[in-house]
Nanobody, 124 residues
Framework: QVQLVESGGGLVQAGASLRLSCTASGRPFSYYSMAWFRQSPGKEREVVAAITSTGASTYYTDSVKGRFTISRDNARNTVYLRMNTLKVDDTAVYYC?????????????????WGQGTQVTVSS
């Protein structure tokens, strides 16, 4: 089992920045690819960014490319999502996920463990 705890969400104005953190406990963190997903009311959960176990490969959905950065610190069992130039459309609950993948996967079904989510609200 892996337990994931997200933090760093909040209410910000458009154009601001936030950094989300997700700290893992349980099985060795470095075994897992990690991802950030988000879900807003009435919409399906979508991948935002993903990173392989070593950090060598990353994926970003088109809408966040150039604004968001995913990174990980395996020594601290933590994955981060730096979000710059936030937009109103980025408003959602953001979830951290861990999966036994060799790639930076994008499908929710391929991730085994999930955090409880952290709310990000961007006002205009």
């Amino acid at each position: 089992q892996v337990q994931l705890v997200e933090s760093g969400g909040g209410l910000v104005q458009a154009g601001a920045s936030l950094r989300l953190s997700c700290t893992a406990s349980g099985r060795p963190f470095s075994y897992y690819s990690m991802a950030w997903f988000r879900q807003s009311p009435g919409k399906e959960r979508e991948v935002v960014a993903a990173i392989t176990s070593t950090g060598a490969s990353t994926y970003y959905t088109d809408s966040v490319k150039g604004r968001f950065t995913i990174s990980r610190d395996n020594a601290r069992n933590t994955v981060y999502l730096r979000m710059n130039t936030l937009k109103v459309d980025d408003t959602a609950v953001y979830y951290c996920a861990a999966g036994s993948l060799v790639v930076a996967g994008t499908a929710p079904s391929t991730y085994d463990y999930w955090g409880q989510g952290t709310q990000v609200t961007v006002s205009s």
